[in-house]
């Protein structure tokens, strides 16, 4: 393993990597993180109370357009995006559809008879609906999620708006606890099946088992951020109200832009 | 508490008026006699702790001096290392007396962040030193907390990160660095505080032989460059002992027992250095016991060079009565190997089943070959010692053997057990497994309970089980702590009580992974005692270690691991004589490096291990 080819792996999926600019057609990663999230929000929230089928499309439908032009996407992302959520909408509108209650939908074609049970059409519209909404939210959520990276929305957060850099950038640096936590964790479990834990099955021996991890990875998650806070005190952190920023976080008239263009598209959708 | 040793006369001098002049003359750095580091009558009391240490303790630092402190563990060298920048008591619950005074600076007056101008720290773990996410931001990140101006930053990053050698690497993540690589780092982010004080609190315990290497590469250009005031804490003594100027000793009440010039110290009055406990290089240690044994070495070597060029200097040395003894030290070849480790009593009927028999194994991981056609046999009652680089896949073999991760069937056989298809209770009573931190293995609430759990499995007796019980806490000497919870252990005992876990189910194997990892050497030395006396009972013991010197005092084979495959497999001696350890990417340990150079009498070049040596009383 050459620590060039290692390097080269991890660079796609190391989320502190500099933030990478893949031209104008891809605007999505010239955006700030945080008009990513004001802009779809409104859609958001009203597509909690929808209950038709044609608003969650739309917003499906307009999302993809964007993710698909506006963001560098892996080819495993873009197969996800348009191959398999698909496939999820599918499967849960039928899932979704046989738990609607008959008596809700009414008198509509039967497509499926088994015994007692009958799914109608009107059932699976329903459900298509539901998919259709968790599907859309989720989609406008992955807006900002696959086109910026946690310290660029840390460092808009301290910058644009005013969160203390002391809580800001003590996130960022927890963000890095989480691979270590998740080795230790592996470990213990390890080291508790050769202790002959691993012994009994069910969901009373898993919170057993479970609560046994607890203490030693506590145990060893504090004696890790003490130690950190230590280094992190030695090198001055906190010493002022501001640090200097080397990389500005813009919020530029592009970001206006592409929030009140959002905006105004749920605005419309909202009319039809 | 009287204070009887000479070298802290000046604590008679008053402190208070001192430390005030320093005070006055702020830009003292250029006036010659001002110290960068003062430390007057320190004490420092933990909170909740009956004892201070360090206790009374008073020292100066000059600048672009080079210091390492010494002591037995428990005598508070880290705890005075953090006072120097104002961590205790600031950060740290700890109660302070007596004065600390840095670049002119009292640290009980000001804040961390203030200090962190004067004095940069280097920390233990470099994996907890790590908050950002490249190299480059990782360095710049002290400076603008400072709010030093963004090309200030840049500049400072650079020239930090070239000293290291990383400015190549500055956009990676920190964790593709290698150990040192981290470590190298740490050191960068301390330079670009710009301070004219640096402290290093062990900066190698955690790191393997090549990482030890980096850094100290790295800290023989800081140290030739003499900016720096380099406050060390150190137990690798091997490593660090041709960079410093000067020792601080403290005993183990945490008071300061003697301060000077290093060669003067070590050598002058290495008695009372032993009877504290203090680990000392092992070329010093090796000349000790040649003194003794009547060859008239002077003066006393430090590092391995030295050691070589004395035993050169001399016409003649005695025999080698130790390898006369035994044939196992010089000679290769399994009858040697046999007799080198071999408890009688297990040979009752002709050879006896090997303790360990691995045929063709192969192991993959992910898309990933970690093993690859690995053929061994360990012999009962051996202490073998599984050394390699990193990644060569030496804690997938332990854990394959062992049963923690399942190898394809049939390709190991311990003692009978085939490990991948053994269900638990018989691996429990054929091989104990001690992970690297033994809090992980802990899961019950009392020691006693924690040694029961295995019995218990096994089905035993209810007295049988309290006597089980009670001969190990006898045998681990934690009788008197049966009831205390396992957590609240101190390190040596937590480790004594992972080992008595796996045992006491009658294991006659144990395997180790890494068990000295990040321990100090009194720890370290506690435990290959322990696995000594338990070998010598007849217990088959597997160790993956990176320690070579430890390696090369214990084991009586060595296993050595490269890329996967078996490297080289034989007795100790055999093997560190050769080059199989160079060739797998290791270093000879010093001891074996100091022999193999010896021009004058080639009989000695095999000579690898301390024991090896003619010793004063014979025995």
């Known amino acids: 393993m050459s620590p060039a080819s290692a390097t080269a792996t991890r660079q796609a999926a190391d989320p502190y990597a500099a933030p990478p600019d893949y031209g104008p057609i891809r605007f999505l990663h010239r955006l700030n993180p945080l008009s990513k999230i004001a802009a779809p929000l409104p859609a958001m929230a009203l597509l909690l109370f929808t209950r038709d089928i044609a608003t969650p499309l739309i917003f499906c439908i307009a999302t993809l357009v964007m993710l698909v032009v506006g963001a560098h996407l892996r080819a495993r992302t873009l197969l996800v995006l348009l191959i398999v959520i698909p496939m999820i909408v599918a499967v849960m509108s039928v899932s ?59 460092r808009s957060l301290v910058q644009q708006l005013r969160v203390p850099y002391r809580l800001g950038y003590t996130a960022l640096a927890a963000f890095r606890f989480v691979p270590r936590f998740r080795h230790e964790l592996d470990v213990i479990r390890q080291a508790h099946r050769v202790r002959g834990i691993s012994d009994g099955r069910g969901p009373i021996a898993w919170v057993a088992r479970t609560a046994g991890y607890v203490v030693p990875l506590l145990a060893g998650a504090i004696r890790h951020a003490e130690r950190v806070a230590l280094a992190m005190d030695s090198r001055a952190f906190g010493a002022h109200s501001t640090r200097t920023e080397r990389y500005i976080i813009a919020f530029r008239a592009r970001d206006w832009v592409f929030i009140v263009f959002f905006w105004a598209l749920t605005a419309v959708v909202v009319m039809l | 508490m009287t204070d009887d040793r000479g070298m802290t006369d000046d604590r008679g001098v008053d402190a208070q008026p001192a430390a005030e002049t320093a005070d006055d003359a702020q830009p003292a750095a250029e006036a010659a006699p001002a110290p960068a580091v003062r430390v007057r009558s320190v004490s420092i009391q933990h909170d909740g702790r009956a004892a201070s240490t360090p206790s009374d303790v ?47 600076m009292r640290t009980a007056d000001a804040t961390v962040a203030r200090l962190s101008e004067r004095v940069a720290m280097v920390f233990q773990d470099p994996d907890s030193q790590m908050v950002t996410g490249t190299l480059l931001d990782e360095v710049a990140f002290g400076p603008e907390n400072l709010l ?31 150990g040192g690589g981290r470590q190298r780092l740490a050191i960068a982010c301390a330079l670009a505080m710009k301070t004219p004080i640096l402290v290093l609190d062990e900066p190698t315990a955690n790191l393997d032989p090549a990482g030890i290497d980096e850094v100290y590469a790295v800290l023989r250009r800081l140290v030739d460059s003499g900016d720096h005031a380099i406050v060390l804490v150190e137990h690798n003594l091997d490593a660090a002992i041709d960079l410093v100027d000067r020792v601080i000793v403290l005993d183990a009440q945490g008071r300061l027992a003697m301060q000077g010039q290093t060669r003067q110290i070590l050598v002058s009055r290495v008695d009372e250095l032993l009877r504290l406990g203090v680990w000392l290089p ?37 025999a080698l009565a130790a390898q006369r003894g035994h044939p196992s030290a010089g000679a290769s070849g399994h009858p040697a190997a046999d007799a080198s480790g071999h408890p009688a009593g297990n040979t009752a009927s002709g050879r006896p089943e090997p303790a360990v028999r691995v045929t063709a194994l ?95 499995l096994q089905k035993m007796a209810a007295d049988d089980i309290e006597t089980r019980v009670s001969t190990m806490l006898d045998r681990f000497g934690l009788q008197e702590l049966r009831d205390e919870h396992p957590f609240l252990l101190s390190g040596g005992q937590k480790r004594r009580l992972s080992v008595g876990t796996a045992l006491i189910d009658g294991a006659p194997l144990l395997a180790l992974d890494e068990p000295t990892f990040g321990q100090d050497r009194a720890r370290a030395s506690e435990l290959l005692t322990l696995l000594d006396a338990l070998n010598a009972e007849g217990t088959t013991v597997l160790v993956v270690t990176h320690d070579l010197q430890l390696v090369a005092e214990h084991s009586s084979h060595i296993l050595v691991l490269d890329s996967g495959s078996v490297a080289a497999f034989g ?14 990417g290791l270093r000879t340990p010093p001891l074996a490096r100091a022999f193999r150079e010896i021009v004058r009498h080639p009989d000695w070049r095999s000579v690898t291990r301390l024991s090896d040596l003619p010793s004063g009383a014979p025995s």
């Open chain 1, 96 to 154: 979704f559809g046989i738990w609607t209650d008959p008596a809700r939908v009414g008198d509509s074609p039967v497509l499926i008879e088994v015994g007692p049970v009958r799914f109608t059409v009107g059932a699976w519209l329903v459900g298509l609906a539901t998919a259709l909404r968790l599907t859309s939210i989720v989609l406008l959520a992955l807006i900002g999620g696959l086109t910026s990276t946690g310290p660029d929305l840390v």
């Open chain 2, 571 to 584: 007795p100790t001696a055999s093997v560190l004589a050769s080059d199989a350890l160079e060739s797998a």
């Open chain 2, 58 to 104: 008073s020292f100066d630092v000059a600048p672009g001096e080079v210091v390492l402190i010494l002591g037995p563990s428990g005598s508070g060298k880290s705890t005075l290392a953090l006072a120097l920048n104002g961590l205790v008591p600031h950060a740290v619950p700890a109660e302070l007396t007596g004065t600390v005074t840095v670049g002119g």
């Open chain 2, 282 to 318: 092992v070329a010093l240690l090796a000349a000790l016991r040649l003194r003794a044994a009547g060859v008239p070495i002077d003066p006393l070597p430090l590092t391995p060079r030295e050691l070589t060029a004395s035993l050169d200097a001399q016409d003649a040395l005695p």
């Open chain 2, 148 to 178: 030093v101006g963004r090309d200030e930053v840049l500049a400072r990053a650079e020239e930090s990160l070239r000293q290291v050698g990383l400015w190549e690497r500055r956009r990676d993540n920190p964790d593709l660095l290698s």
């Open chain 2, 362 to 456: 192969d192991l993959d991981r992910g898309r990933t070959r970690i093993l690859n056609g690995i053929d061994l046999t360990i012999d009962r009652g051996s202490f073998v010692a599984i050394v390699g680089t990193n990644g060569a896949g030496k804690t997938t073999l332990l854990q394959a053997i062992a049963g923690v991760i399942r190898a394809p069937a049939g390709c190991i056989q311990v003692l009978g057990v085939d490990p991948a298809k053994a269900d638990a209770r018989t691996l429990a009573r054929t091989i104990g497994f001690v992970f690297q931190n033994p809090e992980h293995q802990f899961i019950k609430g009392t020691v006693a309970e924690e040694l029961a759990h295995g019995p218990q």
